[in-house]
């Protein structure tokens, strides 16, 4: 058996952006860089926690991905869905044994968040709404993570809850992109249940809460470095345009990809802003 689909399955690339976006939480959390270590294992944990989760997930989207992504490793016969249930367990008890070594709470919410991953996979992602909202606030407590592995929350708080709300617009339009598939497979979204239209409003609804949540950490002191935010809200208010103005999936995908980088972005912001920061935030 080739090692590519092992690593491809994974998505390597999302999974070392939310490692570094866990690493970037305890820098905003603290102003400054954390001890190595620290650093290391919250990267290490998000990232397995992530893979695993990615792969769960195409162990049983296995029927949606033959329709919508018929080149991922297990729709195109390159790994058996045996082999990928078997790895995805072994990167989740790879993830929670390094995070037991971080600290009590790290390991708690390490351990609720991957059990929250194979439940979203295997009972909750074909809910309306719900399996939305399980994958922004598994986005969301990312930089929470990293803030809990220094023990300090700091401005991460902030980040977190624009995390979670802009990850509830990224995956209406997520199913906007994808209802082919998911019509397919009995899956009720709200785009099979609502219609585009409607779920564009929710789209841009979350959207424009994003937008207003940016402007929070305005009220507690964020240093000048956070000034690349209004960048971010103009990234975010343009996805949320192109998104009311056609609603179909091919404008939802490229509106989805918009707010991802926009969460790159977001994330730097707040690290700067963090770092220029003279006030103390949270615990």
């Known amino acids: 058996m080739q090692l590519k689909p092992f690593i491809e399955i994974t998505r390597p690339h999302n999974c070392i952006l939310a490692g570094i976006v866990g690493v970037l939480g305890s820098m905003v959390a ?3 860089y954390p001890p190595w270590i620290k650093a290391l294992l919250t990267f290490l944990v998000v990232s397995l926690g992530c893979s695993g989760g990615n792969t769960i997930n195409d ?48 390991f708690f919410v390490a351990s609720m968040a991957y059990a929250l991953m194979v439940l979203y996979a295997w009972k909750l992602k074909p809910l309306p709404f719900i399996g939305n909202i399980v994958v922004a606030f598994l ?3 990312t930089p929470i993570y990293g803030a809990l592995a220094v023990e300090k929350i700091g401005f991460s708080g902030y980040l977190a809850l624009s995390a979670f ?10 199913d906007m992109e994808d209802i082919e598939g998911d019509k397919a ?5 709200l785009p099979i249940i609502l219609g ?19 402007f929070l950490p305005l009220m507690v002191g964020i240093g000048m470095g956070y000034v690349p935010i209004l960048l971010v809200d103009l990234i975010l208010l343009k996805a949320m345009w192109d998104i009311l103005k056609d609603p179909s999936p091919s404008t939802a995908g490229k509106s989805q990809k918009k707010l991802k980088i926009a969460i790159l972005l977001a994330v730097l912001s707040f690290l700067m802003g963090s770092i220029t920061s003279t006030s103390e935030v949270g615990l």
């Open 196 to 214: 585009h239209r409607n779920a564009a409003y929710i789209a841009a609804f979350f959207t424009l809460l994003t937008v207003i949540s940016s």
């Open 59 to 106: 162990y049983f989207d296995y029927e949606i991905d033959k329709i919508n992504r018929p080149t991922r490793p297990l729709p195109r016969g390159a790994m058996t869905r045996e082999a990928a249930l078997i790895y995805a367990f072994f990167l989740f008890l790879v993830g929670l044994l390094l995070a037991y070594t971080i600290n009590r709470y790290a």
């Open 30 to 32: 603290i102003g400054t």
């Open 185 to 189: 497979k009995g899956a009720r979204t």
């Open 139 to 141: 986005t969301g407590i």
């Open 165 to 174: 709300l802009v990850n509830v617009a990224r995956e209406v339009m997520k």
